[in-house]
């Protein structure tokens, strides 16, 4: 009984195995793999992408932290924003697509999110298509962009492009932008389009923050 006992038994788990770092690491020497993965993704922010890309995976279960703790750095070096909903609009497109390539060194919504939301496109439209990639944030994504664009007083022309560009965009990104555009259209004094985006077009006009 005793032997069959034994022979049931799991295997021993393997012993962990440090990660291969250069000899002057800061995080040499740890004996504890959760130590290690903490210590490899406090310590990422100003290392180029490759290297950064190294050091994250070999972080393990610390991976995603290391991975967010880089882009937040990365956004910081493209440029401050400045206070307020209006100042997100303040980019350049050179800020916009900086931003953008971060997200490919994501790995969960949280980092995507802050890479595209910290620099808004003042187009409302490519805006809230950039939010698709937030993930679970892009409602929150969607929202700020709508926000941000509300700061403004619309124009007639800015509002046409909207209007015409949300065919492009998914469902739930274009019903907020359609309600978002019947506001702009209720302070420009001008009658929704017709078609299909109507009737969420009509339930901005009724709504909404006061025209700027």
Not at 14 to 31: I, K, R
Not at 47 to 73: F, Q, S
């Amino acid at each position: 009984m005793i032997l069959l006992l034994l022979a049931c038994a799991p295997a021993p788990a393997p012993a962990w195995t440090p990660p291969p770092l250069p000899p002057g690491d800061p995080c040499v020497g740890w004996t504890d793999p959760d130590h290690v993965g903490y210590c490899l993704a406090t310590s990422v922010e100003y290392l180029p992408w490759a290297e950064a890309e190294v050091r994250c995976v070999l972080a393990g279960t610390w991976e995603d932290e290391c991975r967010d703790r880089w882009v937040a750095a990365r956004l910081r070096a493209i440029g401050p924003v400045p206070p307020g909903a209006l100042g997100s609009l303040a980019t350049t497109p050179e800020q916009i697509t900086k931003a953008d390539a971060l997200v490919a060194f994501c790995r969960v919504d949280d980092c995507r999110f802050e890479a595209v939301d910290r620099f808004r496109d003042p187009r409302l439209a490519n805006q809230l298509a950039r939010c698709g990639v937030a993930g679970r944030y892009e409602t929150s994504c969607g929202s700020h962009a709508v926000e941000s664009w509300q700061t403004l007083p619309p124009t007639a022309e800015g509002t046409a492009e909207l209007w015409a560009a949300m065919p492009g965009l998914g469902r739930d990104a274009r019903t907020r932008a359609a309600v978002a555009a019947g506001w702009a259209w209720a302070c420009l004094e001008l009658p929704c389009p017709p078609g299909p985006d109507q009737g969420a077009c009509e339930q901005g006009r009724r709504g909404g923050r006061p025209c700027p």
